[in-house]
């Protein structure tokens, strides 16, 4: 098991920029990997980006795609999601999410096994 704690949310004005950071410790060992998820108000909780261990592939929800960025550091255990180009429908409480996996990136909230408390994100019209 891994503990996920999220930070870098806030609230910005559309069009501006925000970097959420996704710092993770306990079985830092393994190789896992990590996904973004969002939820907004009266919502389901919805997939936004994934990456694999290497970080070499990555994979992106269409509604953000070319506006958000996920990568990963793992001397830091942590991964980020930098987010462009933010829009009023972008407001929601993200989550980072890791599981276990030395290859591929999932997309499906059941694929991951562990969660952080997420971070609010506040985008202004």
């Known amino acids: 098991q891994v503990q996920l704690v999220e930070s870098g949310g806030g609230l910005v004005q559309a069009g501006g920029s925000l970097r959420l950071s996704c710092a993770a410790s306990?079985?830092?060992?393994?190789?896992?990997?990590m996904g973004w998820f969002r939820q907004a108000p009266g919502k389901e909780r919805e997939f936004v980006a994934a990456i694999n261990f290497s970080g070499r592939s990555t994979y992106y929800a269409d509604s953000v795609k070319g506006r958000f960025t996920i990568s990963r550091d793992n001397a830091k255990n942590t991964v980020y999601l930098q987010m462009n180009s933010l829009k009023p429908e972008d407001t929601a409480v993200y989550y980072c999410a890791a599981r276990e996996s030395a290859s591929t990136w999932y997309r499906r909230e059941y694929e991951y096994h562990d969660w952080g408390q997420g971070t609010q994100v506040t985008v202004s019209s």
């Open positions: 306990g079985r830092t060992g393994s190789r896992y990997a």
